[in-house]
Structures are given as C-alpha cells and as structure tokens.
Antibody
C-alpha cells in the first residue's frame, strides 16, 4: 500500500535552517508529482511547493519562494524540503502529498492529492 | 493569492443533506475545472474526497458530490452520517502555477 512518511521536524530558531524528508513506498515513486502542504496549528491548509516526477520542474508559493527548496531523490524514493531563513510564521505541520503523473504544464494540479503523509511539526521559536 | 472563501461551519442531522460552498474568482475556481475537496478528521491527514470538480476517487462514498457554478464550487454530502463530522477544505489551481486552499469548514452532525 502507498505510504508517505515525513521526518525532520523540530524546534528551530528564527533565521535558521531545517530539512524535511518524506520517505515513500508502495508505488512507482519516479512517476508522480509530489507536493509539500503545511497546516498552521488550529488553522487551514497552505500549499507550499511541488516537484515534477523527474525533478526538473519546481513551483513554490510566494510565501516561501527564495527561502525553501524542494528536491527529490528517485533512487532513494525520498522527497525533501530544505527550509532556510525560517520565520515564526513558518510554524506548521508539514505534509508531503502525492499528485498525478504530469509531463508539464497545468496538469501538475489535476487530480488532487490522493495520498498524504502523517505530517511533521516544525516550530520556529527563539 | 488569497485563500478561497468557505463558511466557517455548517451542521446537519443524520440522514439530511448539506452543501459546503467555496468561493474564489475567475482566476481560480471560475477559470479552471481543477477544484478538489478534502476531509480531515482531528489529528489526521487530509483525505481526498473529490477531484477536478466532480470526480470521486475509488473508495469514496457516492454520498459525496461536487459541482461548480461561476466562481463558486460546492461539496454536497447526502444521507449525512456521524462519521462525516470533520473539517472540509477546497482547493483550486490559480492559473499561476500555484494552488490555493479554502479556509476550511467544520461540519457538525447534530
């Protein structure tokens, strides 16, 4: 069965960095678009970033552009999110989520996110 | 990109039908048929219930249906059951290679 397991969350001071990982299993990892979505405690969901099946295309929310970098290692079935210059407003539970296969264009956003991990909590505080 | 607008809460009795709205603009909900709906129980990850406006993933009950009219998408749950009590979120492609979610709606089954 499809599984996505996030790790790497924790407490970090403002301005510091953190890298999240998402280990995948149960499907052909190299075929799917992958996304990071975050949820502020007690509040709603916010899309953070996506990466294409081959890692060649990446898109980011304006709130994290220039600070966060999404990447993947298809040989390790693992998705990453490098978070730099962290701010208090980045405090959230971070989920990785599976999208559909897409070779380019708006199809990255077609089909919804059919599997999600359990999330990892990132707390930015001094 | 502003969040899509959802009612903060809706409620209904078992067996009834309820509808949750999700209002955006012609640049997102009204411009593309790429609206999805997610169900989230407390402490759990979101679950995909509807994708591309009106399509149900395998395993999702046919009591859940989706539609759009203009800049507003809707999720309808018929034959309300106790286990439907959860938070519901809509999402839409924005036309600028990004995705936006709604603020979420808490469904209470009375």
């Amino acid at each position: 069965q499809v599984q996505l397991v996030e790790s790497g969350g924790g407490v970090v001071q403002p301005g510091r960095s953190l890298r999240l990982s998402c280990a995948a299993s149960g499907f052909t990892f190299s075929s799917n678009t992958l996304h990071w979505v975050r949820q502020t405690p007690g509040k709603g969901l916010e899309w953070v970033a996506l990466i294409s099946y081959d890692g060649n295309n990446k898109y980011y929310a304006d709130s994290v552009k220039g600070r966060f970098t999404i990447s993947r290692d298809n040989s390790k079935n693992t998705l990453y999110l490098q978070m730099n210059s962290l701010r208090a407003e980045d405090t959230a539970v971070y989920y990785c989520a599976r999208g559909r296969y897409c070779s380019g264009g708006i199809c990255y956003f077609i089909g919804g996110f059919d599997y999600w991990g359990q999330g990892t909590l990132v707390t930015v505080s001094s | 990109q502003s969040a899509l607008t959802q009612p903060a809460s809706v409620s209904g009795s078992p067996g009834q039908s309820i509808t949750i709205s999700c209002t955006g603009t012609s640049s997102d909900v009204g411009g593309y048929n790429y609206v999805s709906w997610y169900q989230q129980h407390p402490g759990k990850a979101p679950k995909l219930m509807i994708y591309d406006v009106s399509n149900r993933p395998s395993g999702v009950s046919n009591r859940f249906s989706g539609s759009t009219s203009g800049n507003t998408a809707s999720l309808t749950i018929s034959g309300l059951q106790a286990e439907d009590e959860a938070d519901y979120y809509c999402s839409s492609y924005t036309g600028s290679s990004t995705l936006v979610f709604g603020g979420g709606t808490k469904l209470t089954v009375l």
